[in-house]
Antibody, heavy 121, light 106 residues
């Protein structure tokens, strides 16, 4: 059974770096695309980017200059780093699996429970 | 970016009703359209992918379809647990984008 679990600080100061880790069980992160998606009242659901073991990471252009998504395959974890955060980055952050293995199919099927990150001094 | 619009933004319904939610992308997305349900305090849950394919474990009262440039989520015989927010999302082209949501309440 596939499970994802986010971990990391719930409070980050403005201008600092937000760091979250997603621990995956039930499937290897060497397969599929591993994503971060965030949700806030002002921005709704926003795709941040993904890590793909067999290719390169891909990021939302609106965040690309500040985002890095990487992975530790030995621990079956992947991580998000978002630099120079402001209050606008306050959101619930979800780690999510994207399945694009089926012809004509491409969807976000497994989600973590979400991690609320507040940016405040 | 592909912009996703949904209508209505909210609707009131009763148990047993049939509910229809519409999603319209700003450009062609083939059939790369998913629907999610989100209950308070929970992560979004995949209901429908590829416009009309029912995700494993999702009740058959949920269905998806497309007509022209519009995509539709239909909930037949609304159940108490179906009162939630519903989102459409396109996977045709990154950045992957979501609609603003449709709240279904009593």
């Amino acid at each position: 059974q596939v499970q994802l679990q986010e971990s990391g600080p719930g409070l980050v100061k403005p201008s600092e770096t937000l760091s979250l880790t997603c621990s995956v069980s039930g499937v290897s992160i060497r397969s599929y695309y591993w994503n971060w998606i965030r949700q806030s009242p002002g921005r709704g659901l926003e795709w941040i980017g993904y890590f793909y073991f067999r290719g390169s990471s891909s990021y939302n252009p609106s965040l690309k200059s500040r985002v890095t998504i990487s992975a530790d395959t030995s621990r079956n974890q992947f991580s998000l780093k978002l630099t120079s955060v402001t209050a606008a980055d306050t959101a619930v952050y979800y780690c999510v699996r994207r399945d694009a293995t089926m012809v004509g199919g491409d969807f976000f099927d497994y989600w973590g429970q979400g991690s609320l990150v507040t940016v405040s001094s | 970016d592909i912009r996703m619009t949904q209508s209505p933004s909210s609707l009131s319904a009763s148990v047993g009703d049939r509910v229809t939610i519409t999603c319209r992308p700003s450009q062609r997305i083939s059939d790369y359209l998913s629907w999610f349900q989100q209950r308070p305090g929970s992560a979004p849950k995949l209901l429908i992918y590829s416009t009309s394919s029912l995700q494993t474990g999702v009740p058959s009262r949920f269905s998806g379809s497309a007509s022209g440039t519009n995509f539709t989520l239909t909930i037949n015989t609304l159940q108490p647990e179906d009162f939630a927010i519903y989102y459409c999302q396109q996977s045709y082209s990154p950045p992957f984008t979501f609609g603003p949501g449709t709240k279904v309440d009593v």
